[in-house]
């Protein structure tokens, strides 16, 4: 039977007023105050309840779309509404922006020390490669308070494939990459790449795609014995009055790296030669708080370099790489660390600078090439950067492909209704090692007064073993002390807790015992 106009129009009227009405009871609009509610009722530690009725409510709006949508006409007609529903409900750029709906909770809970029971993901940062290029995809797993990002399907296996690349030269380092994983589901039951496509696609990048101009020197004459400028870079620390000349430095077309590709388009590959203890920087412009970035450079320490250091800053964070560490006379990689320094949230300053400084040079020069600072990808949960290598990714019969396979040990009942409905996740913690007065190691309970009280330890890190600050703290074993309070501090060897909490007794060396696991526990089975 033919589908008319005005069935047309009074089913999208219907599946519109249930879209609304399911934005809002899912948090997603603002004319009520669920977010306030869900907030506060998580926060308040119904976390059965909580659970429960979130999976309610995902059986009722499964069931009342259903009512609406039937037929095979009428899923394909309204497919494009169940989609933007999805998105609506899930935040898919991963980045949990405090001023967004799902953002005001997962703000509450870093401002309040709260945690949820982690979903105990194990990420795979070194994934299995095959294929041709010698290049590096690199993983980042934590979000900007240094928290796990658990918003990702488990178990989670998601490959990066070459399908298009440059071997001819056209663009060298520019390979694209096809992402697959598997579709995960929604609150509605239906397959869904809200959270990630099921097959995307990114590039792998040399020079193109950085925040930085003249990445690979490529607009300085590499001929001038006695270079004037270094074109949109700026010599010094961003203090001090630029000065160039070949006392400094120099431009050279010898043991280059990779080439960019307005290096082969004009056929002139070129490397900067830093003859002592200098350095070069450019502005960093338009970064964004809520977005990771990473960058790659080619480093060249020269064959008889006996002493010299390396400093990357970018914005108000920075790393040393010892020269002496890296393979002399050869092109190295160098990359920062993989945390949360690398938000643009940590490292935003009122005029941030990206900066690269020699000291302590002896022996021989070095020589840079290829700086790269760029945006990390989006993909499945967490963030990629492909790293293009002197040997590049081939696509074909000898193909790239990248694998990662993560694992996931006790998957947190909140923690997965959360990504279920809303694709994102809070803030989560795994159980605290045990710790026992025994083995020469001692407890002591203090009673301090009109300040928070403490529990110290003999020996040991309790940072370690896992104890947070917004834990519950459980004692056992004591005379005067046992019962469940809250970790308002924690240090190496000190555990603190609210003033009036606990009588003095101790040093313990025996029986006492101390637990501590999420504020937010899951429901009971």
Known sequence: MAVTQTQINTMLQKVGKLYKEALVDFGRETATNNVIALTNDIKSNVAGDFGQDLSQRADAWRRRFASVVSGPEWKQLLDPIWQNFLRDIADNKGNLDPTSNFGTIYQTFIDNNLHL????????????????????????????????????????????????????????GEEEF??????????????????????????SRNSDGSFLSDASFQSVNAADADPADLGAWIDGDGTTTPVYGSAKYALTATNTAMES??????????????????????????????????FTIR?????SLSAGNLTVTWGSKSQIFDLTALSAGSYNIISPTLDKNLWGYQFSTAAPKFKIVIDSLAGDTVEIDNVRFGAMDFHAGTY???????????????????????????????????????????????????????????LTFNDNGGSEDTITLSTGDVTSDGYQVGMLLTVAGTSSNNGTYTLTAVAATTLTVATGSFAAEGPLSATATLDSTAAITDPAA
């Open 178 to 203: 096809e992402i697959s994983a598997p579709v995960g589901t929604d609150i509605l039951d239906r397959g869904t790449g809200v959270t990630f496509d099921p097959a995307n696609s990114m590039s």
């Open 117 to 172: 029971v982690s979903r105990g993901l194990t990420f795979d940062i070194t994934p299995t490669e095959t294929g041709t290029g010698s290049g590096n995809i690199h993983r980042l797993t934590v979000d900007r308070n240094d928290k796990t990002i658990e918003g990702v399907y488990s178990p989670l296996s998601i490959s990066f494939t070459c399908v298009t690349d440059e071997s001819t030269g056209a663009e060298p």
């Open 299 to 303: 480093v060249r320490p020269g064959a």
């Open 261 to 294: 590709v307005e290096e082969a388009a004009n056929g002139q590959a070129i490397a900067l030669e830093i003859k002592g203890n200098h350095g070069i920087y450019q502005e960093l412009n338009d970064t964004d708080l809520f977005t990771p970035y990473f």
């Open 384 to 442: 990629y950067f492909i790293d293009a290598d002197t040997t590049q990714f081939l696509a074909g019969a000898n193909e790239k492909k990248f694998v990662f396979v993560d694992t996931v040990s006790s998957d947190s009942i909140l923690q997965a209704m959360i990504h279920l409905a809303y694709g994102q996740y809070l803030p989560g913690v795994a159980d605290a090692t045990q710790i026992t007065a025994a083995g020469g190691r001692t």
